[in-house]
Nanobody
Framework: QVQLVESGGGLVQTGGSLRLSCAAS????????MGWFRQVPGKEREFVAG??????????YYADSVKGRFTISRDNAKNTMYLQMNSLKPEDTADYYC???????????????????WGQGTQVTVAS
């Protein structure tokens, strides 16, 4: 079982930036595909970004709504994943969740059912 802890959420003005972190423990981090999701009350949890690692190479992928504004990265030596969020918009307001998948799908892992461990979430609020 993987334990995931997010941090870095908060309140920011439109156009501002935040960096979320996700610290993982309980399994060899480099074997995990990692992802960020977000959820607002009354809506389904939606994919934001994911990153896989294989043979020394990382592969990031993004939801269309955040491409060009968000950057996902990972530091396998620190067992940590990051989400740099720039040019934030009010519609980015949500609870953000870190997730890990112990199954290798070959990239493009975007469905919540493909992830088997989740963090507790961190709140991001973008004020207009």
């Amino acid at each position: 079982q993987v334990q995931l802890v997010e941090s870095g959420g908060g309140l920011v003005q439109t156009g501002g930036s935040l960096r979320l972190s996700c610290a993982a423990s309980g399994r060899t981090f480099e074997t995990l595909t990692m992802g960020w999701f977000r959820q607002v009350p009354g809506k389904e949890r939606e994919f934001v970004a994911g990153i896989s690692w294989r043979r020394g190479s990382t592969t990031p992928y993004y939801a269309d709504s955040v491409k060009g504004r968000f950057t996902i990265s990972r530091d396998n030596a620190k067992n940590t994943m990051y989400l740099q969020m720039n040019s934030l918009k009010p519609e980015d307001t949500a609870d953000y969740y870190c997730a890990s998948s112990s199954t290798w799908y070959g990239g493009g892992v975007q469905r919540t059912t493909q992830y088997d461990s989740w963090g507790q979430g961190t709140q991001v609020t973008v004020a207009s």
